[in-house]
C-alpha cells in the first residue's frame, strides 16, 4: 500500500544546515513535494521535485531524490528561527493529483 | 490576490448537528480537496473533485459530504455520523494533471464538538 514515513523531531542550531528525511513506498509517484506548515495555517508548497530528477536547488532548498531507495530529502541551509515549522513529505502515487502525505517532522531552531 | 479562501476560521458544534465548512478558489482551478489534520499526524483525504459536478470519496469519507456546483466551491458537510469530527480541515486546490501538479491549500479550518 501507498506509506509515507518521517522522522517526527528534529532540532537544530541556528546557521547550521537542517536535513528532513523521507521514505516513500510507491514507486509510480511522479512528483514528490515539500510542505511547510506553520502553527494553525494551511501548508505552504516549498518545493517539488519530478521522479526522473536526482535534485533541485532552490536557493536554501535543496532536495535529493534516490528513486531506488525511494527516498528524498530536504536540506536547509543556514537555518533559521523563521524555518521552525513543520515540514510534509508527500507524493503523488496515490493516482489523479490525490497526495499521500507523511506524519511531518517538526523542526525546532534554537540559538 | 488569487486563492483559496477557507471560512469560518474557527467552528464549535453541538453533538448532533451538521456543520458546514465554506471552501472558495478563485485560481480557476479544476480539482479541489478535503483533508483531515489531526495532532501530530500528516494529512487524510476526505474527498475530492476533478471537475464540476463530480467528486470521488478518499480515504476517510464516512461521515462527510460534498458538492460541486461551481468550479470555484468546494464546501464539506460534517454531519452528525461522524463520531470524531474535531480536527483541522484544510481545502486544496490543482489545475490539473499538466500543471505541474503543484496542490494549493487555503488556511484551515477548526472544529471543534462542544
Known amino acids: 500500500g501507498e506509506d509515507v514515513e518521517q522522522s517526527l523531531f528534529l532540532s537544530v542550531r541556528e546557521g547550521d544546515s537542517s536535513v528532513i528525511n523521507c521514505t516513500y513506498t510507491?514507486?509510480?509517484?511522479?512528483?514528490l513535494y515539500w510542505y511547510k506548515q506553520e502553527p494553525g495555517a494551511g501548508l505552504q508548497l516549498l518545493t517539488y521535485?519530478?521522479?526522473?530528477?536526482d535534485m533541485k536547488q532552490d536557493q536554501r532548498l535543496t532536495v535529493l531524490l534516490n528513486k531506488k531507495d525511494k527516498h528524498l530529502s530536504l536540506r536547509i541551509a543556514d537555518t533559521q528561527t523563521g524555518d521552525s515549522a513543520i515540514y510534509f513529505c508527500?507524493?503523488?502515487?496515490?493516482?489523479?493529483?490525490?497526495?499521500?502525505f507523511g506524519a511531518g517532522t517538526r523542526l525546532a531552531v534554537h540559538p | 490576490d488569487g486563492g483559496i479562501t477557507q471560512s469560518p476560521k474557527y467552528l464549535f458544534r453541538k453533538e448532533g448537528q451538521n456543520v458546514t465548512l465554506s471552501c472558495e478558489q478563485n485560481?480557476?482551478?479544476?480539482?479541489m480537496y478535503w483533508y483531515r489534520q489531526d495532532p501530530g499526524q500528516g494529512l487524510r483525504l476526505i474527498y475530492y473533485?476533478?471537475?464540476?459536478?463530480?467528486?470521488q470519496k478518499g480515504d476517510i469519507a464516512e461521515g462527510y459530504s460534498v458538492s460541486r456546483e461551481k468550479k470555484e466551491s468546494f464546501p464539506l458537510t460534517v454531519t452528525s455520523a461522524q463520531k470524531n469530527p474535531t480536527a483541522f480541515y484544510l481545502c486544496?486546490?490543482?489545475?490539473?494533471?499538466?500543471?505541474?501538479?503543484?496542490?494549493?491549500f487555503g488556511e484551515g479550518s477548526w472544529l471543534t464538538v462542544v
Open positions: 508527500a507524493e503523488n502515487g496515490g493516482g489523479y493529483n490525490k497526495l499521500i
Open positions: 473533485s476533478q471537475i464540476v459536478n463530480d467528486f
Open positions: 510507491d514507486s509510480s509517484s511522479t512528483y
Open positions: 486544496a486546490s490543482t489545475a490539473g494533471r499538466n500543471s505541474g501538479n503543484t496542490i494549493y
Open positions: 521535485i519530478f521522479s526522473n530528477m
Open positions: 485560481l480557476n482551478h479544476d480539482a
